[in-house]
């Protein structure tokens, strides 16, 4: 019985130490100044983009960079979230979290994306890679891409009735000359083919970059893309 009590000790101190070491210095996340690059293949500065997904009860942070719930230096997880103008006390329920992401390559080389505080810089950088010349990038596509791109529930809805009153009943298709009756967020979204993309942003889209780009429903397809 001795020994049990012991193990089942042992086993909770195990469990409620992991925690004290998984946030260890989150003021190494701050990184000074812009110059900090990728010192491999990429040649991009660090993501700095950020929004607040703000649901329900709940205010989180999400940033460019692949880590999410944190502004490199608090927990931005806030729940139940509260009126900053109401001089109420904010409480994160998470400190920070990260996309961790592997897998082999065609040589059977172990890669894998896990970044923690960003203490050791970035595992992820903005924007499409250029399938055409080999999967690269360069600091100025990273640079026109570091945002985040929103659409709500209410304008999707609002697309689909512009399109069921809109469409020609022959060919399906809405007349171009109607599209500022669509929300911007819906018109100007960052999807294969859109021709108003580059109208709404000031750069183009890559050509022909299948899964690199936002998800969409294709009306004439019927299926997403």
Same mark, same amino acid.
């Given at each position: 019985?001795?020994?049990?009590?012991?193990?089942?000790?042992?086993?909770?101190?195990?469990?409620?130490?992991?925690?004290?070491?998984?946030?260890?210095?989150?003021?190494?996340?701050?990184?000074?100044?812009?110059?900090?690059?990728?010192?491999?293949?990429?040649?991009?500065?660090?993501?700095?983009?950020?929004?607040?997904?703000?649901?329900?009860?709940?205010?989180?942070?999400?940033?460019?960079?692949g880590d999410v719930w944190w502004d490199l230096s608090s927990g931005r997880y806030i729940v139940p979230k509260v009126d900053p103008a109401s001089g109420q006390v904010e409480v994160s329920a998470i400190f920070a979290g990260s996309v961790w992401l592997g897998g082999f390559a065609p040589g059977d080389n172990l890669?894998?994306?896990?970044?923690?505080?960003?203490?050791?810089?970035?595992? #992820? /950088? !903005?924007?499409?890679? +250029?399938?055409?010349?080999?999967?690269?990038? *360069?600091? @100025?596509?990273?640079?026109?891409?570091?945002?985040?791109?929103?659409?709500?529930?209410?304008?999707?809805?609002?697309?689909?009735?512009?399109?069921?009153?809109?469409?020609?009943?022959?060919?399906?298709?809405?007349?171009?000359?109607?599209?500022?009756?669509?929300?911007?967020?819906?018109? #100007? /979204? !960052?999807?294969?083919? +859109?021709?108003?993309?580059?109208?709404?942003? *000031?750069? @183009?889209?890559?050509?022909?970059?299948?899964?690199?780009?936002?998800?969409?429903?294709?009306?004439?397809?019927?299926?997403?893309?």
């Amino acid at each position: 019985m001795k020994n049990l009590k012991r193990c089942v000790l042992g086993f909770m101190l195990v469990t409620f130490m992991v925690p004290v070491f998984v946030n260890i210095n989150p003021n190494q996340g701050k990184i000074g100044g812009n110059s900090h690059k990728a010192t491999l293949r990429e040649d991009c500065a660090q993501s700095r983009s950020s929004t607040d997904m703000d649901i329900n009860n709940v205010r989180a942070r999400l940033l460019g960079g692949g880590d999410v719930w944190w502004d490199l230096s608090s927990g931005r997880y806030i729940v139940p979230k509260v009126d900053p103008a109401s001089g109420q006390v904010e409480v994160s329920a998470i400190f920070a979290g990260s996309v961790w992401l592997g897998g082999f390559a065609p040589g059977d080389n172990l890669k894998v994306a896990a970044q923690t505080y960003r203490q050791s810089g970035n595992d #992820y /950088w !903005p924007g499409p890679l +250029n399938e055409a010349l080999g999967g690269i990038t *360069n600091d @100025s596509v990273c640079l026109d891409w570091d945002r985040h791109f929103e659409v709500t529930g209410s304008e999707i809805d609002d697309a689909r009735r512009f399109y069921v009153l809109n469409r020609d009943p022959v060919t399906g298709r809405v007349d171009p000359a109607e599209r500022d009756k669509l929300p911007d967020n819906v018109l #100007y /979204w !960052p999807a294969l083919g +859109n021709p108003w993309f580059e109208e709404g942003y *000031n750069f @183009s889209l890559p050509d022909n970059q299948f899964g690199a780009l936002a998800d969409f429903w294709d009306q004439g397809q019927g299926r997403y893309l």
